[in-house]
C-alpha cells in the first residue's frame, strides 16, 4: 500500500529556516516503524506538460506492507502525531492519494 501527500506550504513559511525545519520533520516523520520505505522531495525540474503540476511545495511517498500498518500508522503511531502536531498549521494545502 502506498501513501502520497503533498504539501503546499503557507506563503509566510516559504523561507529557507522555515524550510530546514519542515524538511527535517519529513526526515523524522520518515522514522515511523510502521513504513516499509519512504521518500520525500521537492518538485522535480521536469518540463511543464499540462498534465504535470509542480505547484505544491514537497511530496511525501510511503509504502507499508499492509492496510493495517497504514492503519496503525494514521491512528495512533506518535511520530506521525507529533509531525501534524508540529506542522498543521504551516500548510495552505495537503492533498493525499493512496494507492493499493
Given at each position: 500500500m ?9 506563503s509566510e ?9 519542515f ?16 521518500h ?24 507499508f506492507?499492509?492496510?493495517?500498518d497504514h ?7 506518535p ?7 508540529k506542522?498543521?498549521?504551516w ?10
Amino acid at each position: 500500500m502506498e501513501h502520497h501527500v503533498y504539501f503546499w506550504l503557507k506563503s509566510e513559511r516559504n523561507n529557507e529556516d522555515d524550510r530546514k525545519c519542515f524538511e527535517q520533520g519529513l526526515r523524522d516523520l520518515c522514522q515511523s516503524t510502521f513504513l516499509t520505505s519512504s521518500h520525500w522531495g521537492m518538485p522535480a525540474q521536469t518540463k511543464p506538460r499540462p498534465v504535470t503540476d509542480h505547484s505544491f511545495a514537497y511530496a511525501l511517498s510511503l509504502k507499508f506492507s499492509s492496510m493495517e500498518d497504514h492503519n496503525s500508522y494514521q491512528e495512533g503511531d506518535p511520530v506521525h502525531d507529533a509531525f501534524i502536531t508540529k506542522f498543521k498549521d504551516w500548510w495552505e494545502k495537503v492533498l493525499v492519494m493512496d494507492v493499493a
